[in-house]
């Protein structure tokens, strides 16, 4: 059995359809859902994986291109995500899956799936290859396409007190002036993070700026109001 029939199957033998209505409707996704919350799938997923090692790199990316391209229901596209991340596969998070990567950013168009690649495989690659990444975050921050957009503001989210601040506030300028919800959230949702880290330093820039809105309540909503003087 192929690892996207055997995905097929373990993800359908958890699944309750009761449930995928309502998680389409909550996702306002085109493709269905099986119904499959969290914690079964990833359970079901640990397990197929297992079951169906990937003998190099290649194989490893064309099977989860064939996980997503070929998917019928949105949590197999999931499952994708799950395997571009899984620990056996690490060292395998090089350059030449940035095509991937970017496929499945463009065509994935929606926050639950891209977000998860754009910190935590987008940020990889960031960490691993600075200077080419660097370069490339520049290009996507300025790309017509949202999501691309969106990866680049979001790529440093878990970078903490390693993020590269210019980096990260020259990938939120070309959005500044986007009035579509998921770039003004994005560029909120980043500085929060930042502010985890340096508070003081985000207040200044969101000032600075003059950042209003969704982004700012965002950018804002963990940094203490100070005392009245």
């Known amino acids: ?6 995905v097929r199957l373990a993800l359908t033998e958890v699944a309750d359809p009761s449930r995928a209505p309502a998680m389409r409707a909550y996702m306002k996704s085109e493709m269905p859902f099986l119904g499959v919350t969290a914690v079964p799938r990833r359970a079901a997923l640990r397990q197929v994986f297992a079951e169906h090692p990937m003998e190099s790199a290649p194989e490893w990316r064309e099977a989860v291109l064939d996980l997503w391209r070929e998917a019928e229901f949105r949590e197999e596209r999931y499952a994708a995500i799950e395997l571009s991340g899984h620990r056996h596969y690490r060292s395998w998070q090089t350059l030449d899956t940035l095509p991937m990567y970017e496929e499945m950013v463009v065509t994935g168009a929606w926050w639950d799936l891209v977000d998860e ?3 935590h495989r987008v940020g990889t690659l960031l960490r691993l290859y600075p200077d080419t990444m660097r370069s490339l975050m520049l290009k996507w921050a300025r ?13 440093q989210n878990a970078f903490k007190e390693r993020t590269d601040v210019r980096l990260l506030y020259a990938c939120i300028e070309p959005s500044l002036s986007d009035i579509d919800f998921f770039a003004r959230k994005a560029i909120g949702w980043a500085l929060r993070e930042y502010a985890k ?7 200044r820039y969101v000032n600075h700026q003059g950042i209003t809105g969704l982004s700012r309540r965002e950018a804002l909503r963990n940094v203490p109001t100070p005392p009245p003087a």
């Open 1 to 6: 059995m192929t690892l996207v029939k055997a």
């Open 197 to 203: 880290t340096d508070p003081a330093e985000v207040v």
């Open 143 to 155: 790309d017509p396409d949202l999501w691309k957009r969106r990866t680049a503001i979001l790529c």
């Open 117 to 119: 690649i754009a910190v």
